[in-house]
């Protein structure tokens, strides 16, 4: 009977370790960010891959919100996208990391956050209806040209209506996805991709977020509502 016990604490144990191994922290995924410690980032305008012309500018508006809670000094948008816009780089996509050293010593950019929408649709059919926005995230270093820390996040927002009258019921879902704002979508993507960012030095948690559970802030990148 000892025997027994011993054979089901030993399974136990082995189970435990296991765990344990497979519990993947913020210091494991983004080790650069705690070794390079960057201080200073600027954010390069969006790229948009989406189908939606408007998305670049909508998005735009709101980076220095959500960023602003990450902990680092973030450089004015209005500054550095007027300078970019006089240089002819107002489109992400040319922007070569040859480049990249220049944000350093001209601005004093430790990083530059590439920020790529694939996703701002709005999806009408019948009796259900949705609005998705789905983004992705890069912090390069401006020394080094390796990416720091990266994310992807979608949200989307269900616009159906929950009229019990059929025909009420196809037009509310029609209006509602219609006139559905896509900025508080965006910036509930963005929100929970920064979730998985090592918080920066101006931050209250600055430094004691390596430990943080990576496998549960991920869950956070995707959500409906």
């Known amino acids: 009977m000892n025997k027994k016990y011993i054979l089901i604490l030993a399974g136990l ?15 494991d995924y983004y080790p650069l960010m705690y070794s390079q410690r960057p201080l200073t980032i600027l954010i390069l305008p969006p790229e948009n891959y989406s189908t ?22 973030i450089l004015p948008l209005e500054v550095t996208t007027s300078f970019l816009k006089s240089e002819g ?11 990249l050293p220049q944000f350093k010593e001209y601005f004093g950019a430790d990083a530059v956050l590439i920020t ?6 709005k ?24 990416v720091l820390w990266n994310s992807q996040s979608r949200v989307e927002m269900d616009t159906s209506s929950d009229s019990d009258n059929f025909l009420g019921q196809l037009i509310e879902t029609a209006i509602q996805t219609a006139t559905t704002d896509y900025v508080p979508i965006a910036k509930m ?15 209250p948690r600055y430094n004691l977020d390596q430990e943080d559970d990576m496998d549960e802030l991920l869950k956070k990148g995707n959500k409906k509502y």
């Open 13 to 27: 144990l082995i189970l435990l370790s296991g765990c344990s191994v497979n519990h993947r922290t913020k210091a």
């Open 52 to 73: 939606a012309p408007e998305a670049k500018e909508y998005f735009m508006s709101t980076l220095s919100e959500t960023s602003s809670q990450t902990g680092y000094y």
């Open 89 to 99: 780089l107002y489109d992400s996509e040319i922007i070569s990391e040859s480049v």
């Open 116 to 121: 790529k929408i694939t996703e701002w649709n």
């Open 123 to 146: 999806d009408y059919s019948g009796l259900s209806g949705n609005v998705a926005v789905s983004l992705e995230f890069y912090l390069k270093s401006t020394t080094t040209s390796e």
């Open 189 to 203: 993507a963005s929100t929970n991709a920064y979730e998985t960012m090592p918080l920066g030095k101006y931050h």
